[in-house]
Antibody, heavy 122, light 107 residues
């Protein structure tokens, strides 16, 4: 069974940092692009960042560019999201999602994790 | 503009056909992707590309596009289809966009 398990969420003050992790199992992790998607009750789903199979292609939503960094370790079947300079508006449930193919531009989300919650509070 | 617009709510009688739409100029260029999300659960991929369904998705779900509008059709809606449906696509700067979601009620 293909599975993604996120961790690393928590409560953090504005301006601080947090690192999310996502561990994959049940499929050949290095064969697929991966993404982070977040969800808030008021705004629905928002794509955050994506990374191609070999980390050669990265992209970010404008709302997080320059603050967040996506990375992966294919040897560990792991995806990461380093979040710096956190803001109140980054408060959300963060999902990692598997892409359908190796490239960043293909459809995403044929496998999702359960999500990890990030709360930025003063 | 790089936005995807969905109706907030749609209702359908049990066993009838529901159509959920998604409008955006980028759909003239890129395919829409459709997801189903039930309360407390992660989204589920329903349709991507040229009306491709992942393994395990019932064939009552289908997708189509006409000019700038993508449609998700549920033929013979079931009670378990009650959920929020999101469309998604790439935008012209190769980033991903999501629509605001449509809550489907099965009467």
């Amino acid at each position: 069974e293909m599975q993604l398990v996120e961790s690393g969420g928590g409560l953090v003050q504005p301006g601080r940092s947090l690192r999310l992790s996502c561990v994959a199992s049940g499929f050949t992790f290095e064969g697929y692009a991966m993404h982070w998607v977040r969800q808030t009750p008021g705004k629905g789903l928002e794509w955050v960042a994506g990374i191609s199979w070999n980390s050669g292609d990265l992209d970010y939503a404008d709302s997080v560019k320059g603050r967040f960094t996506i990375s992966r370790d294919n040897a560990k079947n792991a995806l990461y999201l380093q979040m710096n300079s956190l803001r109140h508006e980054d408060t959300a449930l963060y999902y990692c999602a598997k892409a359908v193919g190796i490239a960043l531009g293909g459809a995403l989300g044929d496998v999702w994790g359960h999500g990890t919650t990030v709360t930025v509070f003063s | 503009s790089s936005e995807l617009t969905q109706d907030p709510a749609v209702s359908v009688a049990l066993g009838q056909t529901a159509t959920i739409t998604c409008q955006g100029d980028i759909l003239r260029t890129y395919f829409a992707t459709w997801y189903q999300q039930k309360p407390g659960q992660a989204p589920v991929l329903l349709i991507y590309g040229t009306n491709t369904r992942p393994s395990g998705i019932p064939d009552r779900f289908s997708g189509s596009t006409s000019t700038n509008t993508a449609s998700l059709t549920i033929t013979g809606a079931q009670a378990e289809d009650e959920a929020v449906y999101y469309c998604s696509s790439r935008d012209f700067s190769a980033k991903f966009l999501f629509g605001g979601g449509t809550k489907l009620t099965v009467l």
